[in-house]
């Protein structure tokens, strides 16, 4: 049996009593057909229709009987036991042939009818033939030849309903066309995907058509058939048939059986041979479970990306299935369109998808899964004010962790740009360290289930208030001031240590005020400087008018001689001859300042004959002035003498070696005070000069 897969040959128990007479085989009612050396089960009930004498050793009727025919394939010696199932029940035999038919079958040619309980038939160790009551269970082998064809007849003496079982031994082998090279060039495979008889059916209740199962139980193999069965004697007798599609049970195990025809002898005895195999099911309809996915709605795009993947197993358990998705029921139904992406389906909501289960024993299913979208991150917009940096007033320091942007228990990060928070790029190190400028910043929160939501805080550096009425002040050496810092703001802090807006008493120097508002504090810085005092930078006398000259300090200027009387002409007239005091201040009218000027006496006509009376203008008085020069020019303006330490600061009338000629000239004598401004002075005045000829 070789080259048939996990089958055999059972022949049980048939319920009518045609298998308990000797009928010629292929007749009405004919002996069961022994096809091969496989174990023959049986349970003789009754003696048959023909209560028959076995002759022989069995000399008498039958008992409960079954009558066997066997051919010889190849020769050899034949033995087989009987083993009845109760070992306390009297089994005998008797063997008959060989090519007899059961109308010349002659006396046995084996027969044992020891009356021993337990095990009996054909042994290479027995001796006789033959074995009556009280001899040895086991009569001795035959020597059988190819062809030859025998009957059996196994009688139960003790007519009990208890069965047998009957192996056969020898070298000699009985024909079947179930291991016949000739008749089955291919192998019988039995049902099932794994071939060992076992059908998944994937409905509940299943309707089964067993014909689907021939074409693949036969493989190819010519003048075999198959009949299906409700229990093993209706196969081994082909009774009762399964013809049409029926409910199956899997309780149940049904019977198919092979049959050989001869389609050169339809009255071959192997023709009668029955090669049986089971059929069982088992129940592999699969229920797959509905699911929901949720996704976020991330920046409300209105997608999500769905992870299908995440509900498959708790869908359907089975990890060895396989799992296929699907858009449409439709898609689904004609197998196009599967999802490529199940682990991240992009899709809106609200929708469903379906996912088809196929098990291993190719039964299917599918369940429905509904994508949703997870609540909403809901974040809010704020806004952060602070104060400004004192080294960079611009920026403020932010806490951007203070911001309440809502959310609930999301985690958050913080991003410069929508984009980066988009992209979760370029995040914020520190946020509760950020310094920037008036700006834009955006919060990205996350909570447990990934989904994120995106707000803006809006960042506002309030700038240093000043004061507008605190200015720098310009106050004379001696005075002091008032600082007032004006109104507006919460709180004061003055160098000095006063809390008051304003501080008097201020003399010259640098403060600061601490200006609190809005809980900012901006530090003014005020200086009270001392006034420039004004320079007389000039001074010319004509004749007896003294006109002053004076830079620095601040314009208007004031003028006087005795520090008394002020005017606000430069210019003094009539001014005695001899030493001066002009006094000068400025718009503060702080302590004026004081220079000496001295006018000079006033020399207007010389008559250089050197008679001892007017011979020469002589301005050596005030040698001690510094810088001091006596020029004269004549009424082209060009020069004819200068008069200096040389020559004593005089002149005699002379241009060089020569007299020059009667008439005006112009002079002017200058120098320099010896104030610490080096005050340079201008004496102008004219000189008329008679020289005689």
């Given at each position: 049996?070789?080259?048939?897969?996990?089958?055999?040959?059972?022949?049980?128990?048939?319920?009518?009593?045609?298998?308990?007479?000797?009928?010629?085989?292929?007749?009405?009612?004919?002996?069961?057909?022994?096809?091969?050396?496989?174990?023959?089960?049986?349970?003789?009930?009754?003696?048959?229709?023909?209560?028959?004498?076995?002759?022989?050793?069995?000399?008498?009727?039958?008992?409960?009987?079954?009558?066997?025919?066997?051919?010889?394939?190849?020769?050899?010696?034949?033995?087989?036991?009987?083993?009845?199932?109760?070992?306390?029940?009297?089994?005998?035999?008797?063997?008959?042939?060989?090519?007899v038919?059961?109308?010349?079958?002659?006396?046995?040619?084996?027969?044992?009818?020891?009356a021993?309980?337990?095990?009996?038939?054909?042994?290479?160790?027995?001796?006789?033939?033959?074995?009556?009551?009280?001899?040895?269970?086991?009569?001795?082998?035959?020597n059988?030849?190819?062809?030859?064809?025998?009957?059996?007849?196994?009688?139960?003496?003790?007519?009990?309903a208890?069965?047998?079982?009957?192996?056969?031994?020898?070298?000699?082998?009985?024909?079947?066309?179930?291991?016949?090279?000739?008749?089955?060039?291919?192998?019988?495979?039995?049902?099932?995907?794994?071939?060992?008889?076992?059908?998944?059916?994937?409905?509940?209740?299943?309707?089964?058509?067993?014909?689907?199962?021939?074409?693949?139980?036969?493989?190819?193999?010519?003048?075999?058939?198959?009949?299906?069965?409700?229990?093993?004697?209706?196969?081994?007798?082909?009774?009762?048939?399964?013809?049409?599609?029926?409910?199956?049970?899997?309780?149940?195990?049904?019977?198919?059986?092979?049959?050989?025809?001869?389609?050169?002898?339809?009255?071959?005895?192997?023709?009668?041979?029955?090669q049986?195999?089971?059929?069982?099911?088992?129940?592999?309809?699969?229920?797959?479970?509905?699911?929901?996915?949720?996704?976020?709605?991330?920046?409300?795009?209105?997608?999500?990306?769905?992870?299908?993947?995440?509900?498959?197993?708790?869908?359907f358990?089975?990890?060895?299935?396989?799992?296929?998705y699907?858009?449409?029921?439709?898609?689904?139904?004609a197998?196009?369109?599967?999802?490529?992406?199940?682990?991240?389906?992009?899709?809106?909501?609200?929708?469903?998808?379906?996912?088809?289960?196929?098990?291993?024993?190719?039964?299917?299913?599918?369940?429905?899964?509904?994508?949703?979208f997870?609540?909403?991150?809901?974040?809010?917009?704020?806004?952060?004010?602070?104060?400004?940096?004192?080294?960079?007033?611009?920026?403020?320091?932010?806490?951007?962790?203070?911001?309440t942007?809502?959310?609930?228990?999301?985690?958050?990060?913080?991003?410069?740009?929508?984009?980066?928070?988009?992209?979760?790029?370029?995040?914020?190190?520190?946020?509760?360290?950020?310094i920037?400028?008036?700006?834009?910043?955006?919060?990205?929160?996350?909570?447990?289930?990934?989904?994120?939501?995106?707000?803006?805080?809006?960042?506002?550096?309030?700038?240093?208030?000043?004061?507008?009425?605190?200015?720098?002040?310009?106050?004379?050496?001696?005075?002091?001031?008032?600082?007032?810092?004006?109104?507006?703001?919460?709180?004061?802090?003055?160098?000095?240590?006063?809390?008051?807006?304003?501080?008097?008493?201020?003399?010259?120097?640098?403060?600061w005020?601490?200006?609190?508002?809005?809980?900012?504090?901006?530090?003014?810085?005020?200086?009270?400087?001392?006034?420039s005092?004004?320079?007389?930078?000039?001074?010319?006398?004509?004749?007896?008018?003294?006109?002053?000259?004076?830079?620095?300090?601040?314009?208007?200027?004031?003028?006087?001689?005795?520090?008394?009387?002020?005017?606000?002409?430069?210019?003094?007239?009539?001014?005695?001859?001899?030493?001066?005091?002009?006094?000068?201040?400025?718009?503060?009218?702080?302590?004026?300042?004081?220079?000496e000027?001295?006018?000079p006496?006033?020399?207007?006509?010389?008559?250089?004959?050197?008679?001892?009376v007017?011979?020469?203008?002589?301005?050596?008085?005030?040698?001690?002035?510094?810088?001091?020069?006596?020029?004269?020019f004549?009424?082209?303006?060009?020069?004819?003498?200068?008069?200096?330490?040389?020559?004593?600061y005089?002149?005699?009338?002379?241009?060089?070696?020569?007299?020059i000629?009667?008439?005006?000239?112009?002079?002017?004598?200058?120098?320099?005070?010896?104030d610490?401004?080096?005050?340079?002075?201008?004496?102008?005045?004219?000189?008329l000069?008679?020289?005689?000829?």
């Amino acid at each position: 049996m070789k080259k048939f897969l996990f089958l055999f040959l059972i022949l049980l128990t048939q319920f009518s009593f045609a298998q308990s007479d000797c009928a010629d085989v292929g007749g009405a009612g004919g002996a069961l057909a022994v096809c091969g050396n496989s174990p023959v089960s049986y349970t003789p009930i009754n003696d048959g229709n023909v209560d028959e004498d076995l002759g022989g050793c069995l000399s008498g009727d039958e008992h409960f009987s079954v009558w066997y025919s066997f051919t010889i394939a190849t020769s050899g010696t034949l033995t087989f036991s009987i083993n009845p199932v109760n070992f306390s029940d009297d089994y005998d035999f008797g063997v008959y042939g060989p090519n007899v038919t059961c109308s010349t079958l002659g006396g046995p040619i084996r027969c044992n009818y020891s009356a021993a309980d337990g095990p009996t038939g054909l042994s290479a160790t027995a001796t006789n033939p033959s074995e009556g009551a009280g001899g040895p269970p086991f009569s001795s082998q035959l020597n059988v030849t190819a062809g030859q064809t025998y009957f059996l007849v196994v009688d139960n003496f003790s007519s009990s309903a208890n069965g047998f079982s009957l192996t056969w031994g020898g070298t000699a082998t009985l024909a079947s066309p179930f291991n016949d090279p000739a008749l089955t060039p291919n192998p019988f495979i039995a049902p099932g995907p794994n071939h060992n008889g076992v059908i998944t059916i994937c409905t509940n209740p299943a309707t089964f058509d067993f014909s689907t199962l021939s074409t693949g139980i036969i493989n190819g193999n010519p003048n075999f058939s198959v009949s299906y069965h409700n229990n093993s004697n209706d196969a081994l007798t082909n009774s009762n048939p399964i013809t049409t599609p029926v409910t199956v049970n899997t309780a149940n195990t049904y019977y198919y059986a092979l049959h050989y025809t001869d389609p050169a002898n339809p009255l071959n005895p192997i023709n009668e041979c029955t090669q049986t195999g089971t059929i069982t099911f088992i129940q592999g309809a699969i229920t797959v479970n509905n699911a929901i996915v949720r996704a976020c709605n991330n920046n409300n795009a209105g997608t999500g990306i769905f992870d299908l993947t995440s509900v498959s197993n708790a869908m359907f358990a089975d990890p060895t299935a396989t799992r296929v998705y699907y858009r449409t029921i439709a898609d689904m139904s004609a197998g196009v369109n599967p999802i490529t992406n199940p682990a991240a389906f992009v899709s809106a909501t609200p929708a469903t998808v379906y996912m088809k289960v196929t098990t291993t024993q190719n039964c299917t299913n599918f369940g429905a899964i509904t994508l949703q979208f997870y609540p909403v991150v809901v974040m809010n917009d704020a806004s952060l004010t602070t104060c400004f940096i004192e080294a960079n007033p611009s920026t403020g320091l932010f806490n951007l962790n203070l911001a309440t942007v809502g959310g609930g228990a999301v985690t958050k990060l913080y991003y410069p740009s929508y984009t980066d928070a988009v992209n979760g790029t370029n995040a914020i190190p520190d946020p509760s360290i950020f310094i920037s400028p008036n700006t834009i910043v955006y919060v990205k929160g996350t909570n447990a289930n990934g989904c994120t939501g995106i707000s803006k805080i809006t960042l506002n550096v309030t700038p240093p208030k000043y004061s507008t009425v605190l200015k720098d002040k310009i106050i004379c050496a001696e005075d002091t001031t008032t600082l007032d810092a004006g109104d507006g703001f919460t709180a004061y802090e003055w160098s000095t240590g006063a809390t008051t807006q304003s501080i008097s008493n201020v003399s010259i120097g640098t403060y600061w005020v601490d200006l609190t508002l809005n809980d900012c504090v901006t530090r003014q810085t005020v200086t009270v400087s001392a006034s420039s005092s004004p320079i007389v930078s000039g001074i010319e006398i004509t004749n007896n008018t003294i006109t002053i000259s004076v830079t620095g300090g601040t314009p208007p200027y004031k003028y006087s001689m005795d520090n008394i009387l002020w005017q606000d002409s430069n210019s003094f007239t009539n001014v005695p001859r001899g030493m001066n005091t002009i006094y000068v201040k400025d718009s503060y009218d702080c302590e004026p300042i004081a220079i000496e000027v001295t006018v000079p006496n006033l020399v207007n006509v010389i008559t250089p004959n050197n008679d001892g009376v007017n011979d020469v203008i002589d301005y050596s008085a005030l040698a001690y002035k510094q810088n001091l020069v006596f020029n004269i020019f004549d009424r082209y303006g060009n020069k004819v003498h200068q008069a200096d330490k040389s020559n004593g600061y005089k002149w005699d009338g002379r241009f060089g070696d020569r007299k020059i000629y009667t008439g005006t000239y112009w002079y002017s004598v200058t120098w320099n005070e010896s104030d610490p401004a080096k005050t340079p002075v201008k004496f102008s005045g004219w000189v008329l000069v008679k020289n005689r000829e």
